[in-house]
């Protein structure tokens, strides 16, 4: 597992900061998850209310992300992409990550990518911040995107 080395994590106190999350209809039972905590994570930020954006899938995230990064302070994107037996699954998330970095570049807006990319169902389970999950990717996209925007905040 993943995680060696994450700082703990510290939910700020978004007050006033706007959030867009964009989420995949593929796999939706695990994205609804990790949408349902990154709505409380927004919440447990005093952040307002998230706009959902949904989209097929992974591969139209990032032009979801840019949409909603021209609207709101900070952006979210959660999807599962699960290996198969093709290169497919290398080509969606090579584009996905560099899609979604354009996004955050170009609009001068935090972009945090909360898609998981595995091997495996149980990996995925093990991410989605379920109660006996390893790990709650879509709480902590939110609390690393909202961080972010606050941190280019100050600089103004």
């Known amino acids: 597992m993943a995680g060696h080395g994450a700082p703990e994590t510290a939910v700020p106190d978004a007050t006033g900061l706007t959030l867009g999350i964009a989420a995949t209809a593929w796999n939706a039972e695990l994205v609804d998850q990790m949408l349902g905590r990154a ?9 307002a209310e998230p706009a959902v954006l949904r989209v097929a899938g992974a ?21 599962v992409v699960i290996r198969g037996g093709t290169a497919h699954f290398d080509y969606v998330c090579k584009s996905v990550t560099e899609g979604l970095t354009r996004v955050a570049l170009d609009e ?49």
């Open 59 to 79: 591969v139209e995230l990032p032009i979801a992300a840019q949409a909603l990064a021209r609207r709101f302070d900070a952006v979210v994107a959660l999807g």
């Open 39 to 47: 709505r409380e994570a927004a919440a447990d930020a005093e952040c």
């Open 108 to 156: 001068s807006t935090p972009v945090a990518q909360g898609v998981l990319t595995v091997d495996n169902l149980e990996q995925a389970v093990a991410r989605a911040g379920y109660p006996d999950s390893t790990e709650d990717k879509g709480y902590e996209a939110v609390v690393a995107a909202l961080g972010a925007a606050l941190a280019i905040r100050s600089l103004s």
